[in-house]
């Protein structure tokens, strides 16, 4: 292989042994791949992994498959892990995104290490004791001891809701917010009370909900017709909730956005579903997912990770206008 791609052995070692980035160009890099699908090349995995100590496997947890999201997380480090010949197990907490036990009676025979997402932090006990390299994802890189850490930027994503409705005039809001202690849950209600405060005249009541289409509908009534000057905005947690908000609007007898605009959080599939469609943050959970693997497999290789904070994006559809009702333009 090393004379059909014109390099040396040890590059080809590199190459195919996932270690070459800082050490060979991407063209010789992939002069050596394409040497390898020419000449039919397949690594002995098995020789391989008695000669670095691994199983070559991944175990996944995140709080459910329910949520696209985490699917999407799934296929990320599914197509990272083949990348670098790693198989993916995928563990979604029994529980949603409360505690759940350790799915391996021994994890460190078993597994090379662990990306785990916050929400699923409770599953994570168990394994830890085992010693295996953890990578951390939607987690406070502060308050961890994961190996690495890699995040959406969810505050910016926050921001840009709270601006967004800022500049079309909103000034009386409602929070429908996750009843979940997750650290991506709170960083959304710091970054959006932080944002409005820079506003003179504003107001924000947050309504609590569970992360569901019925307890999203119950928060958006609680908001919508309880005391004081009824809120021209909802902003929600996550489309799911948003959906639910959109239901209560519609109890009400109120038109959205014309009498109230709602907002999402995930870009989920049920964003284009809903009618209006939701103005909403999309999260790149697959590049999530790829990362989370890649800096499992740097620390593996003992190459040091700087934590990652992945751009998100506010798409604004039908479901957000004016405060005064008149067309927005978006």
């Known amino acids: 292989m090393a004379r059909a791609a014109g390099v040396s052995q040890a590059t080809v070692s590199l190459v ?87 799915p391996f009676a021994s994890a460190r025979a078993t597994l090379d290490g662990v990306i785990a997402s916050s929400m699923a932090a409770d599953a994570l006990a168990d394994i830890r004791e085992g010693g295996l390299p953890l990578v951390m994802i939607d987690s406070d890189p502060g308050r961890t001891a994961a190996a690495a850490t890699v995040n959406l930027d969810i505050a910016d994503g926050m921001r840009q809701v709270a601006q967004h409705l800022l500049a079309l005039g909103h000034r009386r809001l409602a929070h429908i917010a996750a009843d979940i202690d997750s650290w991506t849950f709170q960083v959304r209600a710091r970054a959006l009370a932080e944002t409005l405060r820079g506003t003179d005249g504003t107001t924000l009541r947050t309504e609590p909900a569970a992360l569901d289409v019925n307890a999203g509908r119950r928060a958006a009534e609680r908001a919508l017709t309880g005391p004081g000057p009824r809120p021209t905005a909802l902003i929600c947690d996550g489309d799911v909730l948003a959906a639910g908000a959109c239901k209560a609007a519609r109890r009400l007898g109120l038109r959205v956005p014309d009498d109230v605009s709602v907002t999402g959080f995930d870009d989920l599939p049920l964003a ?5 469609e939701l103005t909403t943050v999309r999260l790149p959970a697959e590049a999530v997912g790829e990362a989370g693997m890649r800096a499992l497999v ?20 039908n479901s957000t206008g004016r405060a005064d009702g008149s067309p927005s333009g978006v």
């Open 16 to 102: 195919m042994g996932g270690k070459w980035r800082g050490r060979v160009s991407e063209p010789t890099a992939e002069a050596v791949r394409s040497a390898a699908r020419e000449l039919g090349y397949r690594p002995n995995l098995a020789a391989r992994n008695l000669r670095l100590g691994r199983t070559r496997t991944a175990l996944l947890v995140v709080p459910a498959l329910t949520n696209d999201f985490f699917a999407r997380v799934y296929t990320g480090a599914a197509r990272a892990a083949a990348e670098h010949g790693m198989g993916v197990v995928l563990y979604p907490s029994p529980e949603g995104t409360g505690p759940a036990p350790d």
């Open 272 to 276: 284009t579903a809903l009618e209006p």
């Open 298 to 317: 740097a620390v593996l290789d003992e190459r040091p990770v700087a934590p990652a904070a992945l751009p998100v994006e506010l798409v604004t559809r």
